[in-house]
């Protein structure tokens, strides 16, 4: 029998479009060939106004911590004070990226994994004493918690909006619902997450208040994440800086293409829909969500082994791509207790059909004996009601 590749669901790098690859397989040509200039022109702009910037976007080659570097040395001098929330791996490293630059920074963490920093707390500690900068993860992939950032951005207006907002949406941007006019100052993600691009680029969205921050600072010890050195090409995409990766552009040209056809509010919908099916089907074969009630994020799901099931990590999450779906192990509290799925991006009915069936097959020959259907036949269910 032909083996096929098995379904990409671990939370990035997502499942890539056919148009999507062919757009990186062509022929590559100058970053100032006049058809690439015009067509990165166009890819910024949409960008901006799809998510409602009014200062500036950058689209730059690197992985998503490239973008989060990029994301704080811009707004953050220092002399600032960075309180940094974190509720998981990736917050983590947020507050490693802050400590490690020099920031003071102080560290708010969530009680306990799978649960979020709460906006009251946020608002008790930036009432205590002055902070200038508060950094967040939007959706914390290691413990698929949602940060309730809508809440979050109206208690930062009323109370401290004198505070800028510096947020890795690596997990969320183009599947969760953000506009930049909620009142975030940086957010950022990469392309190989909710866009469904291979991994290369990253993207941030800078306030124009973050945009004059980084223009009162005095030159930043970086170079290639400068937002000084990149206004000048993200306004004129004829000028250079460092190369821009010509064939990724394209592939987020046409990851935009789609986004746009789809509609942003029917494709937050959409990741809304399948999270909850997904979580209803692993609920009927006994799996427990590692994120609790309230904070459940759509993109990225833990799903707890069930007590008593018997079934061993490594070899249960073997058994699932042998069965056609690869899905990732947990970090942190988390880790040997389930595994995680990435929901995002470009992904269809017939994609969470399979990823069921997997996980169901996975399980009986694992030695967990559900009855064959049992949640498979709830994800039909879900996705019959949609
Ligand atoms: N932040 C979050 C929330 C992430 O999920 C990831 C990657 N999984 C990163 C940052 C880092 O991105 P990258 O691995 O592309 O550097």
Redesign the pocket.
């Known amino acids: 029998m032909m083996k096929r590749n098995p379904l990409v669901m671990v939370?990035?790098p997502t499942p890539v479009a056919r148009s999507i690859q062919d757009a990186m397989g062509r022929e590559t040509i100058s970053y100032n060939d006049p058809r690439l200039v015009a067509d990165f022109r166009v890819l910024l702009d949409n960008l901006a106004s799809l998510w409602k910037c009014d200062g500036v976007t950058f689209v730059v080659a690197g992985?998503?911590?490239m973008a989060?570097e990029m994301g704080i040395v811009n707004v953050a001098s220092h002399d600032d004070r960075v309180l940094a929330c974190t509720n998981g791996y990736?917050g983590d490293?947020y507050v490693d990226i802050c400590s490690r630059k020099g920031f003071e920074t102080e560290v708010l963490r969530a009680e306990k994994w799978g649960k979020s920093v709460t906006v009251g707390e946020i608002d008790a500690k930036l009432s205590e004493k002055r902070f200038d900068i508060l950094v967040l993860?939007h959706?914390?992939?290691s413990t698929g918690v949602e940060f309730p950032l809508r809440d979050l951005t109206k208690m930062m207006r009323s109370s401290h909006p004198e505070v800028l907002v510096v947020v890795?949406g690596?997990?969320s941007m183009g599947g969760v619902e953000f506009y930049m006019d909620w009142g975030v100052d940086v957010m950022l993600t990469?392309s190989?997450k909710c866009f469904g691009i291979s991994?290369g680029l990253g993207i941030l969205w800078a306030s124009e208040r973050a945009v004059e921050k980084r223009r009162s600072m005095p030159p930043i010890t970086e170079s290639y994440v400068d937002f000084e050195k990149w206004i000048p090409v993200m306004k004129d995409t004829m000028k250079y800086w460092g190369t821009p990766a010509v064939n990724m552009i394209w592939a987020l040209c046409e990851s935009v293409r789609i986004i746009m056809e789809e509609g942003l509010e029917n494709r937050f919908r959409r990741h809304r829909a399948y999270s909850a099916a997904i979580r209803a089907s692993l609920a009927a074969m006994g799996f427990e969500t590692g994120a609790a009630e309230g904070v459940r994020s759509p993109t990225v799901t833990v799903a707890l082994y069930p007590e008593g099931a018997g079934l061993d990590d490594n070899a249960f999450r073997s058994a699932v791509y042998g069965e056609g779906a690869h899905v990732a192990g947990c970090l942190g509290d988390f880790a040997g207790l389930g595994f995680r799925i990435g929901h995002m991006g470009n992904i269809d009915e017939h994609t969470l059909i399979s990823l069921m069936a997997s996980i169901e097959r996975a399980c009986i020959k694992c030695g967990y004996k559900i009855e064959p259907g049992v949640g498979l036949s709830v994800m039909q269910r879900a996705l019959l009601e949609m």
């Open positions: 939370p990035g992985s998503g911590t989060m990736f490293r993860t959706v914390e992939t890795d690596v997990a990469c190989q991994p």
